[in-house]
């Protein structure tokens, strides 16, 4: 393990929170083993690891949302047993979660209010708001309904919520997951003040680049336990992905040179109004991807990912059958099935409930997108057999690791579910493939897996479309990367050609001069 | 002091199975509790509900006979429930069934219409028919809820009092026995019109078997055709459904129309094999009782074959305990319910495990 590096007045200093030896077991799985962890007043202290590595249990710990079997967790040198997050508070943690908790049809003052004790008036929360943007320099209308904001302002409400408590210590749970990289270099900024007044800020994140620049020590977790407490600024972001993986991650690697071939998917001023009053109506969509090719679609959620998704997919049918052509043929009236008989394949973001039904079998789950084979169903009836067969290749193919022989699809592990989902679609050959988020919430050894995968497919003459808010995906994956923004898609421009800068700009709709951007 | 539920890692099979026969159990203990409370033994009371019955032939005769409409009315339920829709109207599209079918048996009697085909066809006709119409009459839910999102919950109840009083108002008026002696009953059917024995002398009508039948091609069709996955798939997984490429709406209105042929079959054949005629009511609320035998039986056809007898039992044994102990009837129908409940409590149990959180933490 290597050794903390603590200043020296920090060696001197009492920490504001230790955490000596705890662990949290659930039955027999332990998330969180024997972890010991020191935060320090005016410290922005990194808490690494991938998905599955015990983090949010750790700050759960620590916020009162859940108990530590084992181990004690020391405030200003004083053992606290928290109830919950109440009792977290009074004391002086604050937490900005990853999923906000607001009301989309009430007002920014209206979702503080609800936060604050019921003595408060709503008439003064206002101008409560305002003096806390100022002071931290960032922009917050008390007036504007939460729905018509972006995801980052969203999270200022979440951030102002914490603050209005004078916290001593803030939690942030991977909070540039949904924002902007001009908006992630404004959070930092209140970060960065944050820290200056004292406080300490504990900040979850696998995004290693991002942990490098503001975090002033990290502590990695792999597999429930602390491998390693650092300073990232001395480590190298390959140096920091091999302690969070505990080997040496695999670079994707792509054909040396690609060759396109004709088009294969197609799109033609493709509008498709929203489906209910918070959704994104797509507006003259178009692209064109050639066989050989990856198009790359990066934006911030809720621009109309889902939705573009849906209409390629033929979740919704367009009007104007035209509109979408895959190898020529017009599908843009067709279902689901009707596309997937024209050789296309689609994969969802979400891989419980969407790609995959969580209480169904595996084999049972191949039926789910592959039902209109032959050989899959005869006459009616399904051949559960040859399922089963498939899902054997599947599982060997693309290495899912499983417990018992046909699990139920809820028992696999994220990144193995994901392989399963991937591999269901690729393992049929198709000559389209659409993928939204193909590595959201997938461990650094699942996602290369994957990403090799789909990178193998287009060098057999497949045409894929990714959709995906991880930047650094698009820009390794990706022949050319549009952006969708409020539902509209930007040219897209060759990946070798633009810069995070320009994507940035695009991604916030400021770039494209659009009248509408806030 | 919290009480929370938390969802159990994994499900056992055996628990799936042991579940509704602890439901039981608790229901039998807390039916025990109501008898005490009306002053009368409780022993006493499951030998005559639960142990008696079973002991002659002619009981249990009567046991598969009232299993019968219990068994394919919650047959077809099954496909509702398990795509997570709510069929509560078997009752109504029993009633129709049984009174479209019976209308029939109406219009041919005393050989009208036999001179050319003769009367072989007539049952048969009977049977199509009233599935036919109970089909049709279930089917005005589901298209409610195609067309304009009306809760199928609420339309499938309100139909069934339509159903009844349409009965009640044919056989007091149109359908009436004109020499019934003013009785609100229709002609008695002829035997060309009724259901054959299957066996001379018994009580067991051609029905019975028609139940078996129906419920092994159901256990086959929802475990191995593609529609089965499809049902199961929508209830399980709604988006994942779409994502399949299955439409909701088809699915509706068929799950609806076979829960509705099935129960309108079921009444044809109680009206025909059991009944003989038509009158005010024809069902002590079987369309109800199927929705207990539908989930008791966990919603898989077999499992719904035993449920079915486990609830005809509790028929035979109120109509003796209101005879031999003076047990109100409705303490069946209370006992019913109260299965119900055990039921759906214990399906929650074998999902989530209760965690109750005092004051102080471990």
């Known amino acids: 393990m290597i050794e903390a590096p603590v200043s020296k007045d920090q060696a001197a200093a009492e920490p504001l929170v230790r955490i000596r030896g705890v662990t949290k077991r659930f039955g027999s799985f332990t998330a969180n083993d024997n972890i010991d962890l020191d935060l320090f007043a005016g410290e922005n202290h990194a808490l690494l690891g991938e998905n599955g590595a015990g983090k949010s249990t750790l700050v759960k710990m620590i916020y009162g949302l859940i108990a530590p079997t084992e181990g004690t967790i020391l405030w200003r040198g004083a053992a606290v047993a928290l109830k919950n997050p109440e009792e977290a508070r009074a004391l002086g943690i604050g937490m900005v979660f990853q999923h906000f908790s607001l009301f989309d049809n009430l007002t920014v003052a209206e979702n503080v209010a609800l936060s604050l004790p019921r003595t408060e008036s709503l008439k003064t929360v206002p101008d409560r708001i305002s003096d806390i943007a100022s002071r931290y320099g960032f922009a917050l209308e008390p007036d504007r309904p939460v729905w018509t904001l972006s995801a980052g302002q969203r999270q200022r409400i979440e951030i102002v919520r914490c603050l209005l408590q004078d916290p001593h210590l803030l939690i942030l749970d991977e909070p540039t997951s949904v924002l902007t990289p001009q908006e992630a270099e404004a959070l930092f900024g209140v970060l960065d003040r944050l820290r200056g007044e004292g406080r300490a800020l504990l900040y979850i994140s696998h995004k290693l680049d991002e942990v490098k620049r503001i975090c002033d020590r990290a502590t990695v977790l792999r597999h429930g336990k602390v491998v390693a407490t650092c300073n990232p600024r001395e480590e190298s972001a390959r140096s920091l992905a091999a302690?969070?993986?505990?080997?040496?991650?695999?670079?994707?690697?792509?054909?040396?040179?690609?060759?396109?071939?004709?088009?294969?998917?197609?799109?033609?001023?493709?509008?498709?109004?929203?489906?209910?009053?918070?959704?994104?109506?797509?507006?003259?969509?178009?692209?064109?991807?050639?066989?050989?090719?990856?198009?790359?679609?990066?934006?911030?959620?809720?621009?109309?990912?889902?939705?573009?998704f849906a209409a390629l997919s033929g979740e919704a049918a367009a009007r104007d059958a035209n509109a979408i052509r895959f190898d020529g043929g017009a599908v843009g009236a067709d279902g689901v099935t009707q596309r997937r008989r024209r050789n296309a394949a689609f994969v969802?973001?979400?891989?419980?409930?969407?790609?995959?039904?969580?209480?169904?079998?595996?084999?049972?789950?191949?039926?789910?997108?592959?039902?209109?084979?032959?050989?899959?169903?005869?006459?009616?009836?399904?051949?559960?057999?040859?399922?089963?067969?498939?899902?054997?290749?599947?599982?060997?193919?693309?290495?899912?690791?499983?417990?018992?022989?046909?699990?139920?699809?809820?028992?696999?592990?994220?990144?193995?579910?994901?392989?399963?989902?991937?591999?269901?679609?690729?393992?049929?050959?198709?000559?389209?493939?659409?993928?939204?988020?193909?590595?959201?919430?997938?461990?650094?050894?699942?996602?290369?897996?994957?990403?090799?995968?789909?990178?193998?497919?287009?060098?057999?003459?497949?045409?894929?479309?990714?959709?995906?808010?991880?930047?650094?995906?698009?820009?390794?994956?990706?022949?050319?990367?549009?952006?969708?923004?409020?539902?509209?898609?930007?040219?897209?421009?060759?990946?070798?050609?633009?810069?995070?800068?320009?994507?940035?700009?695009l991604m916030a709709g400021t770039a494209s001069g659009d009248a509408r951007a806030h | 002091m919290r009480i929370d539920l938390e969802p159990r890692a994994g499900r056992s099979r055996i628990a799936?199975?042991?579940?509704?026969?602890?439901?039981?159990?608790?229901?039998?203990?807390?039916?025990?509790?109501?008898?005490?409370?009306?002053?009368?033994?409780?022993?006493?009371?499951?030998?005559?509900?639960?142990?008696?019955?079973?002991?002659?032939?002619?009981?249990?005769?009567?046991?598969?006979?009232?299993?019968?409409?219990l068994v394919m009315i919650a047959v077809g339920l099954s496909f509702c429930f398990r795509a997570n829709l709510w069929n509560i109207g078997a009752e109504g599209q029993f009633i129709i069934g049984g009174a479209m079918g019976g209308w029939?048996?109406?219009?041919?009697?005393?050989?009208?219409?036999?001179?050319?085909?003769?009367?072989?066809?007539?049952?048969?006709?009977?049977?199509?028919?009233?599935?036919?119409?109970?089909?049709?009459?279930?089917?005005?839910?589901?298209?409610?809820?195609?067309?304009?999102?009306?809760?199928?919950?609420?339309?499938?109840?309100?139909?069934?009092?339509?159903?009844?009083?349409?009965?009640?108002?044919?056989?007091?008026?149109?359908?009436?026995?004109?020499?019934?002696?003013?009785?609100?009953?229709?002609?008695?059917?002829d035997p060309v019109a009724t259901l054959p024995m299957l066996a001379p002398g018994g009580r067991?009508?051609?029905?019975?078997?028609?139940?078996?039948?129906?419920?092994?091609?159901?256990?086959?069709?929802?475990?191995?055709?593609?529609?089965?996955?499809?049902?199961?798939?929508?209830?399980?997984?709604?988006?994942?459904?779409?994502?399949?490429?299955?439409?909701?709406?088809?699915?509706?209105?068929?799950?609806?129309?076979?829960?509705?042929?099935?129960?309108?079959?079921?009444?044809?054949?109680?009206?025909?094999?059991?009944?003989?005629?038509?009158?005010?009511?024809?069902?002590?609320?079987?369309?109800?009782?199927?929705?207990?035998?539908?989930?008791?039986?966990?919603?898989?056809?077999?499992?719904?074959?035993?449920?079915?007898?486990?609830?005809?039992?509790?028929?035979?044994?109120?109509?003796?305990?209101?005879?031999?102990?003076?047990?109100?009837?409705?303490?069946?129908?209370?006992?019913?319910?109260?299965?119900?409940?055990?039921?759906?409590?214990?399906d929650v149990f074998t999902r989530y495990r209760l965690v109750i959180q005092t004051g102080r933490r471990a």
């Open chain 1, 243 to 308: 302690l969070m993986v505990g080997s040496q991650v695999k670079d994707v690697k792509a054909a040396a040179d690609r060759t396109y071939g004709g088009e294969r998917i197609r799109v033609d001023g493709l509008n498709l109004p929203a489906g209910d009053m918070h959704g994104v109506s797509l507006q003259s969509i178009s692209m064109s991807v050639r066989g050989g090719e990856v198009l790359g679609v990066a934006g911030i959620a809720g621009n109309g990912q889902s939705e573009l």
């Open chain 1, 348 to 505: 969802p973001e979400e891989r419980n409930g969407h790609a995959a039904a969580p209480d169904f079998s595996l084999s049972e789950n191949v039926v789910l997108s592959r039902h209109a084979e032959s050989g899959v169903t005869r006459s009616g009836f399904v051949d559960y057999g040859r399922a089963q067969n498939l899902a054997g290749s599947i599982i060997s193919s693309y290495d899912v690791r499983k417990a018992g022989p046909d699990p139920a699809a809820r028992t696999l592990s994220g990144g193995n579910l994901q392989k399963f989902v991937v591999g269901r679609e690729i393992l049929r050959e198709p000559g389209v493939l659409i993928i939204d988020q193909p590595t959201w919430g997938v461990d650094a050894a699942a996602a290369a897996a994957i990403r090799q995968a789909i990178l193998d497919l287009a060098a057999r003459g497949a045409a894929v479309v990714v959709i995906s808010q991880d930047l650094d995906e698009l820009f390794e994956i990706s022949d050319r990367i549009a952006v969708i923004h409020m539902g509209r898609l930007s040219e897209a421009k060759p990946a070798g050609a633009v810069t995070r800068e320009e994507i940035g700009l």
């Open chain 2, 16 to 69: 799936e199975w042991v579940a509704p026969v602890g439901a039981l159990i608790a229901a039998m203990l807390i039916g025990g509790l109501l008898v005490a409370a009306l002053g009368k033994s409780p022993v006493q009371a499951f030998f005559v509900y639960f142990v008696d019955p079973l002991t002659e032939a002619w009981s249990l005769q009567e046991l598969a006979v009232k299993a019968t409409p």
């Open chain 2, 104 to 189: 029939i048996a109406l219009l041919t009697h005393d050989g009208v219409g036999q001179s050319v085909l003769g009367s072989w066809w007539i049952v048969p006709a009977m049977l199509a028919f009233g599935a036919f119409c109970g089909l049709l009459y279930a089917l005005i839910p589901a298209l409610l809820r195609v067309w304009l999102g009306v809760s199928e919950i609420l339309t499938s109840l309100m139909l069934v009092y339509i159903a009844q009083l349409f009965l009640d108002y044919m056989v007091r008026g149109p359908w009436r026995d004109p020499k019934g002696f003013n009785f609100p009953v229709t002609v008695n059917f």
């Open chain 2, 204 to 346: 067991l009508h051609a029905g019975v078997a028609l139940a078996l039948i129906v419920a092994l091609a159901a256990a086959l069709v929802m475990a191995r055709s593609l529609f089965g996955y499809e049902v199961r798939l929508v209830g399980s997984a709604p988006r994942a459904a779409r994502f399949a490429g299955f439409s909701e709406s088809k699915l509706t209105l068929a799950v609806f129309a076979i829960s509705g042929a099935l129960a309108g079959l079921a009444g044809i054949c109680e009206v025909a094999g059991q009944i003989g005629q038509l009158q005010p009511s024809i069902s002590p609320g079987y369309g109800f009782t199927a929705i207990i035998v539908a989930f008791l039986g966990r919603l898989s056809p077999i499992g719904i074959l035993v449920a079915g007898l486990v609830l005809a039992l509790t028929y035979i044994g109120g109509e003796s305990a209101q005879v031999t102990m003076k047990l109100p009837f409705y303490l069946t129908g209370a006992f019913q319910g109260l299965l119900l409940m055990c039921v759906l409590a214990a």
